[in-house]
């Protein structure tokens, strides 16, 4: 479809379009001039603290994915997972705790996902999470491999439709100008999430309280946490870019109005003008239409990104304990050693707030994995400590990046009215790839050790940076309308 010409004329009220032609007119619409006054506000304490609550929703699925690692040397000392399968897919293994998390998210983002764009971001958002608080609360309580197993995958279908609301709804609430400083806070909360569970699993696991294991404690205060921040949300007001989407202009109108009144006492001066309103096609979406013309090159893109970068980021990341283990590191030393790898990973993102928005968002993401495709392979060649903190700390760094990338380009490239469902159908490539990666992530650790893991993951980094680069449009400072079109 082709994009509708410029228009002129800015404010709440009617304006007209001009083609260049000059001689056809088009009275823009009352969706369009919502969006556009959305777009031109600055981004004062108001509208950071609503990007907060929302980002929770990123800190608890980086709190589910950082479990990974960290529950695994307390899965081990429990006798309920072993490191490494005998078969291929054996389900005693370390790695069915991994893939029936992202079996749960695989669920949810390809089959759930488009809940979010049917009945909105807001009510989805709150009890996804509450979904996930319950579920890991009681996979805390099990005590065999098929219990764990299954709890993880209940809980993972929460947390998993959690991310993808919340990626829609931060790329539809942020002006443009600011998406990616944004996002960049979102990956900081993934992070901070990822260095909790790491500490709290070094601190707890070799101990037991009231003759309970340390790794049951861990899964229960997120748990706890996740239902606290779960009734803190309740008062975040529904997408205004949603609700003009699905023609509920009276409630748009009533949330971008309280927006822009809670901006302008933050801001204290006249919030700037709106700039000319971009065209928005008002017909209901349907998942299919990401595989029309207009956006099947970029579909392909991210499904190979989604599918490939899961082996750089969670080959890392949620393996880090394990591969410390594998080089001889007693298992106590691995976690506090992954501890101090991941306050590197929490100081990245929010360094990366800095430069978020000057550098092209495809160029994060193809450099961040080349990146990790070069410290992958050094961190496997070396024995010393400090070098393996240095390197694995790097390589943190690497992933977060990655994962920044990732989320933030994708939410940016489908239109509102498909905006949940695209996301959802092309990031469940990264969930399905989670549930075969950690197969042979053992495989390759059991056969071929450290090197061969990272010689695997830098083959996968090198299909996402190929894919990116040729098919991967620019999104930089450009509203999201103007982006789908």
Not at 259 to 275: M, N, W
Not at 358 to 386: M, N, P, Q, Y
Not at 394 to 407: N, R, V
Request: charged share 15%.
């Amino acid at each position: 479809m082709a994009s509708p010409p410029p228009m002129s004329g800015l404010g709440t009220g009617p304006t007209m379009s001009i083609a260049e032609d000059g001689r056809s007119t088009r009275t823009t619409t009352a969706a369009e001039r919502l969006t556009a006054r959305l777009d031109r506000l600055p981004m004062t304490r108001s509208l950071w603290i609503m990007a907060l609550l929302l980002t929770f929703g990123g800190f608890f699925d980086g709190y589910a994915i950082g479990l990974i690692g960290a529950l695994g040397p307390g899965l081990f000392k429990a006798q309920i997972f072993t490191p490494t399968t005998v078969s291929f897919f054996g389900l005693s293994g370390f790695a069915s705790f991994v893939a029936a998390l992202f079996a749960g998210f695989f669920i949810a983002t390809l089959f759930v996902s488009y809940i979010a764009d049917r009945f909105g971001r807001r009510a989805i958002f709150a009890y996804s999470l509450l979904w996930f608080g319950i579920a890991n609360f009681i996979m805390g309580m099990q005590t065999t491999a098929d219990g764990v197993n299954l709890w993880r995958f209940i809980s993972a279908l929460g947390v998993g439709l959690e991310l993808v609301t919340v990626d829609a709804y931060l790329s539809e609430l942020v002006p443009k100008k600011t998406r990616g400083a944004a996002f960049g806070f979102l990956q900081a909360m993934s992070a901070i999430a990822f260095l909790v569970s790491y500490f709290l699993s070094w601190q707890l696991i070799p101990t037991s309280i009231w003759s309970y294991d340390g790794w049951r404690w861990v899964t229960w205060i997120g748990s706890i946490a996740a239902v606290v921040i779960w009734w803190i949300r309740l008062g975040l007001p529904e997408s205004p870019r949603w609700l003009a989407q699905q023609g509920r202009m009276e409630e748009a109108e009533r949330v971008m109005a309280d927006i822009e009144a809670r901006v302008a006492r933050d801001y204290g001066k006249p919030l700037p003008e709106p700039e000319v309103p971009h065209y928005q096609d008002p017909r209901k979406g349907s998942l299919w239409e990401i595989f029309s013309p207009e956006y099947r090159k970029r579909t392909v893109m991210l499904m190979l990104f989604n599918f490939f970068q899961t082996v750089g980021f969670y080959g890392f990341v949620a393996w880090t304990p394990t591969l410390l283990i594998a080089k001889g590191i007693h298992v106590t030393q691995s976690l506090e050693y992954s501890t101090i790898i991941n306050v590197a990973a929490v100081a990245f993102p929010l360094v990366l707030m800095s430069f978020a928005d000057k550098i092209e968002r495809k160029w994060h993401c193809c450099l961040a994995c080349f990146a990790i495709a070069v410290l992958g392979i050094w961190f496997a060649s070396v024995d010393s400590t400090l070098a393996l903190i240095a390197l694995g700390a790097c390589l943190a760094m690497a992933a977060q990046w990655l994962s920044y990338g990732l989320h933030n380009y994708q939410a940016e490239l489908y239109p509102t009215r498909i905006r949940a469902r695209g996301v959802g159908f092309v990031y469940s490539w990264s969930r399905l790839s989670g549930i075969l990666t950690p197969f042979f992530i053992a495989f390759f650790l059991r056969d071929f050790g450290a090197t061969g893991v990272f010689t695997f993951v830098a083959v996968c980094m090198g299909i996402v940076i190929l894919s990116v680069a040729t098919l991967g449009p620019r999104t930089n400072r450009l509203e999201v309308e103007a982006i789908a079109h």
